[in-house]
Nanobody
Framework: QVQLVESGGGLVQAGGSLRLSCAVS???????????MGWFRQAPGKEREFVGA????????SYADSVKGRFTISRDNANNTVYLQMNGLKPEDTARYYC??????????????????WGKGTLVTVSS
């Protein structure tokens, strides 16, 4: 099994920044040991929402329109970690943020229906 552990959430004022990390560990029998990764979020009372995704080698990224230009996904495969740099945070960014991985070379879709592994999430609260 593969474990994803998020960290870096917290309380920040509007306009501030946070960097979330997702540490990947565990054994896998997949022939694709380095996974496409993604970030999703879910605010209280709302459905899960796609934030962004990154290809297995970091060469390709995609973002939701709501975060484009403010959030950046990156990865360090040598250390099995994926990052989400969040700048210009807004109160509407308040949510629990989840790391996701797909056991395939194909990037994670915006629906999240193709995700094989989920983290437990880290809470981000943006005050106005």
């Amino acid at each position: 099994q593969v474990q994803l552990v998020e960290s870096g959430g917290g309380l920040v004022q509007a306009g501030g920044s946070l960097r979330l990390s997702c540490a990947v560990s565990g054994r896998t029998f997949s022939i694709y040991p380095i996974y496409p990764m993604g970030w999703f979020r879910q605010a209280p009372g709302k459905e899960r929402e796609f934030v962004g995704a990154i290809s297995w080698n970091g060469g390709s990224t995609s973002y939701a329109d709501s975060v484009k230009g403010r959030f950046t996904i990156s990865r360090d495969n040598a250390n099995n970690t994926v990052y989400l740099q969040m700048n210009g945070l807004k109160p509407e960014d308040t949510a629990r943020y989840y790391c996701a991985a797909r056991r395939s070379p194909i990037p994670i879709s915006t629906t999240g229906n193709d995700v094989d592994y989920w983290g437990k999430g880290t809470l981000v609260t943006v005050s106005s």
